[in-house]
């Protein structure tokens, strides 16, 4: 190799005594190795200081170095800790973020993104809830060679391919908690039909209160978008009842917003009046006014595991799968006192 010459992969593959199809295995970090010779060509690439091409190295995988993040999530907070979990993995690394919203109830939905992903070559990709609990759509990400990770509020795929939370007893926690304050008559504010994540947390508010000694009341119980608005017509119809709540759980904090406005509305001071519970801790929850209890779903964590597990297939199912939400106590719920 001539001085000044940047070296090639033939120049790593000949002073370690191997094919360049070995040593494009070990930068691709394949599992089809002995350990001895992937430190042997490892030790020539570091010693050379030999910078792979990511262009060559994208024609012969016929992969862009792309992760897609997939969704259909009206939760815009939920979509960009999502996408900061990513970047935070995938720094400093040759691989970039792309994302594609997508409308779950179009009839075209899976053959869309079956086009998107050919059309970019992604390396892999990760579905967002709840498009993520279609297992028609994993499946034609699988059909096309691309590697997918499923988000969830429950199991939807095996180890390797799944990052998902403990919706049902986080909520079911929650709950028993303002029972333990003294509130009888606690509100709920679900989310939206068709997504598992709100089903998750409808079974944990029923759960929480069956372990509380209550019993849910449909007159003070709403179903909510995950939006703003939605928590707000949610709450003005709760605290409108002839027997208002005094404790309102929402599925999420856009929605635990709008149940606040909803109260200062009304004249209600929170948490005096009223108490309120959120789910995401999302930037919302500690912007504003009081500070909002949540519980915390661990988007950003979740979201770094599963670029892990799409980037470095090979050790992808030994990298955690499920993450525990815990509750965060701020000045939005306090002890009942009549």
């Known amino acids: 190799m001539a001085k000044g010459q940047k070296p090639t992969i033939n120049d790593v593959a000949r002073l370690s005594g191997v094919s360049k199809k070995t040593v494009s295995r070990v930068i691709n970090k394949s599992p089809l190795l002995n350990q001895a010779t992937r430190e042997k060509v490892e030790a020539v690439i570091a010693e050379l200081e030999y910078v ?25 907070q939920m979509v960009l800790g999502v996408q900061e979990g990513i970047l935070d993995t995938i720094r400093n690394t040759e691989f970039a973020l792309v994302v594609r919203p997508v409308d779950r109830h179009s009839p075209t939905m899976v053959e869309d993104i079956r086009g998107f992903i050919e ?16 297992d028609e759509l994993a499946q034609a990400c699988r059909d096309l060679g691309c590697t997918v990770v499923r988000m969830g509020s429950a199991r939807l795929d095996d180890d390797a391919h799944l990052v998902a939370s403990n919706d049902r007893q986080a909520v079911s926690d929650a709950v028993a908690w303002l029972a333990e304050l003294g ?8 989310g939206p039909e068709g997504f598992l994540s709100a089903r998750e947390r409808e079974l944990g508010f029923a759960e929480g209160m069956a372990r509380a000694g209550l019993k849910p009341d449909a007159k003070i119980a709403a179903r909510g978008n995950y939006r703003f608005e939605s928590g707000l017509a949610a709450g003005q119809k709760l605290l409108s009842a002839k027997s208002p709540p005094s404790a309102i759980f929402s599925s999420n904090d ?38 909002l209890t949540t519980v915390r779903w661990p988007i950003r964590a979740m979201a770094a595991t599963a670029a892990a597990k799409l980037t470095r297939p090979e050790t992808a199912a030994s990298e955690p799968s499920f993450f525990l939400s815990d509750l965060v106590r701020r000045a939005s719920a306090i002890e009942y006192l009549p």
């Open 254 to 291: 856009e929605m635990a917003a709008g149940v606040l406005h909803a109260a200062r509305e009304r004249g209600m001071s929170v948490p005096e009046d009223l108490s309120i519970i959120g789910f995401d801790d999302t930037a919302i929850a500690a912007h504003i006014w009081p500070p």
């Open 52 to 76: 792979p091409n990511p262009q060559a190295r994208a024609l012969a995988l016929r992969r862009n170095f792309l992760i897609g993040l997939i969704h259909d999530n009206p939760n815009a």
């Open 183 to 190: 509130h009888k008559r606690i509100g709920f504010v679900a």
């Open 119 to 134: 059309q970019q070559r992604l390396y892999g990709v990760m579905l967002l809830p709840p498009i993520s609990e279609n």
